[in-house]
């Protein structure tokens, strides 16, 4: 069967392509869910891409990923460094998780350099822009098989 990964995204990333984009691009959300889509997809796995800006909804949408996702690609944003939920729906998780960050959050402010996911991720991914995602996703499907005889 095809592994599914399901890509997560907090607080702001819809507003990708409006916000900062000195700092963030100027890929948009769909264009980027688009490419998630396609990197998985050449990666041998299946992709869902989802964002929101409530931090109970993102502990929902976690949740919902282990039950029913292979493994997890999670942008967190601003919740990696504040929320003690989503830290504790990603330790619950049972399937492996990758931290994604367009820039990287530990050469910004001070107050980003607080991970609540360090400790309870599978890897990391932070500062290559979109291709953060594209590596990530990468990484995941390898660590899933995809594409090997076993998969």
């Known amino acids: 069967m095809t592994p599914l990964i399901q890509i997560l995204d907090g607080p702001n ?3 990708l392509g409006k916000r900062e ?6 890929t948009t959300w769909d264009e980027l869910a688009a490419a998630c889509r396609a990197w998985a997809q050449a990666a041998g796995c299946r992709c ?15 949740h919902a990923a282990s039950d029913g996702a292979d493994g997890l690609v999670l942008n967190a944003a601003a919740y990696t460094h504040t929320s003690v939920a989503v830290r504790d729906a990603v ?13 990287n959050p530990a050469a910004r402010e001070d107050f980003r350099r607080t991970n609540l996911l360090e400790d309870v991720v599978t890897a990391r991914v932070a500062g290559f822009g979109t291709d953060s ?3 990530a996703i990468t990484g995941l499907a390898a ?3 995809a594409g090997s005889d076993e998969s």
């Open 143 to 145: 660590r899933l098989g």
């Open 48 to 62: 869902e891409c989802r964002q929101t800006d409530a931090e109970g909804e993102l502990v929902g949408l976690i």
């Open 91 to 103: 330790a619950a998780a049972g399937i492996p998780v990758v931290e994604v960050h367009l820039t």
């Open 133 to 135: 995602y594209r590596l």
């Open 13 to 15: 990333l819809g507003r």
């Open 21 to 26: 984009p000195a700092l963030y691009g100027t």
